[in-house]
């Protein structure tokens, strides 16, 4: 099992950058295949981005490419989202999850595990 701690979110102008960080619990970190969605005001839960249990394959939903970028660091229990170029609806609670599974999915039923959820909201 493992637990995920999401922080790094906040207030940011529109075009400005953050980077958010999904600390995860246990040793078998580098199993599991990662991702984040988020979930808007109103809105369904929806696929942001996802990364292999190696990092060498990574996947974006086509409204955040070129402007987002997720890693991780295995040694660190630890994946990243850096968000640049943010814009008003980008705003949503950004959640982490994890899939114990070579495969990654953009699915979120697919997912076992998830955090509690952080805040990032853009103004204009």
């Known amino acids: 099992q493992v637990q995920l701690v999401e922080s790094g979110g906040g207030l940011v102008q529109a075009g400005g950058s953050l980077r958010l960080s999904c600390a995860a619990s246990?040793?078998?970190?580098?199993?599991?295949?990662m991702a984040w969605f988020r979930q808007a005001p109103g809105k369904e839960r929806e696929f942001v981005t996802a990364?292999?249990?190696?990092?060498?394959?990574?996947y974006y939903t086509d409204s955040v490419k070129g402007r987002f970028t997720i890693s991780r660091d295995n040694a660190k229990n630890t994946v990243y989202l850096q968000m640049n170029s943010l814009k008003p609806e980008d705003t949503a609670v950004y959640y982490c999850?994890?899939?114990?599974?070579?495969?990654?999915?953009?699915?979120?039923?697919?997912?076992?595990?998830w955090g509690q959820g952080t805040q990032v909201t853009v103004s204009s």
């Open positions: 246990g040793r078998t970190f580098s199993s599991y295949a």
């Open positions: 999850a994890a899939r114990d599974s070579l495969v990654v999915v953009t699915t979120e039923a697919q997912y076992d595990y």
């Open positions: 990364i292999s249990r190696s990092g060498g394959s990574t």
